[in-house]
């Protein structure tokens, strides 16, 4: 049971306006490509739109309140519990879609005898997977093509999804004459009533297939070995998440794949420390060139720079290398190069170097 209102966090009598700009903010907020996203909020956010964005829908979802569940697992996203719902009042009895009441009204399916068919979509959707991706600094501060490997279910290269043996087309199944769906009149208590529900048949495919593919045994799908290269984007950060879409596990008989969720996991560098999208460095100098000033060759990820030390610079100090960070992903520019300063101090000096050290404490240094 879920409250779409309290998800966008909108008053129950908040205007079409106001919904869109809450969903924007936050699926803006809880994008999963974005540093700090959360998919499964963001997910919510869109579910909650899809009913509370929609005039319809929303009159739907007001009028049976939290009774209305949405099927996550379906027909893609969205608020397909009310596709084909339809109270038409003329005749006897009323149209219902007996697959979407049962997602509605949890076991109302079952009081009357009847599958809710929730398992049955016709287009079933692939399930999303998620992989950990590993790079290294430099890949994650430039961008790189990834190969990633996972075992997937895919679709049959045999019969390219369809399930059928190849020279056997599937026939349409005479029951339902393809639709999946067949109507029923039952007696109930509400009178007559005109049930639509899956056809037991073709189980709600609309096909049959009577030559099965040998090598997916008419499935559709295959478990495989699969490669396939990312462009992984400039400026990623570690503990990122990236979607690919369509390359999560295959649907059977060719309905959409899910998607593939990338976690990203990136190694440090014994050199740069990335704080965000700017680099952090500790230099060391001598007292002298802290005293003095000095230029001093610095390492950054675009070669060396001359870096100029300020007279009378104190240890701790940090000079900045403007433009030498992290790109910024999906954007413009860079992030800077933060060079911390740390004075050395010798731990042993020849003759001559005390010599002069104690002439300049004597001169009050
Ligand atoms: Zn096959
Ligand atoms: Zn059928």
Redesign the pocket.
Known sequence: MKDYYQILGVPKAATEAEIKTAFRKLAHQHHPDKAGGNNDKFKEINEAYQVLGNQEKRAQYDRFGSAYQNNAGGQGAGANGFGGFDFSQGGQGFNINMDDLGEMFGGFGDIFGFGGGRQQQRQQRGADLQTVVQLNFREAMFGCDKEVRLKKPTACSDCRGSGAQIGYEPET?T??HGS?RVVKTQRTILGNMQVQTT?D??GGQ?KIITHPCPRCHGQGIVNEQTTLTVKIPAGIADGETMRVSGQGEASPRSGQAGDLYLQIRVGADDYFVREGYNLRVNVPISFSQAVLGAKIEIRTVDGPVDLKIPEGTISGKILILKNKGVPILNGHGRGDQLVEVEIKVPKSLNRQQKKVLEELKEQGL
């Open positions: 199944c029951v339902c999946g056809c048949h073709c609309g």
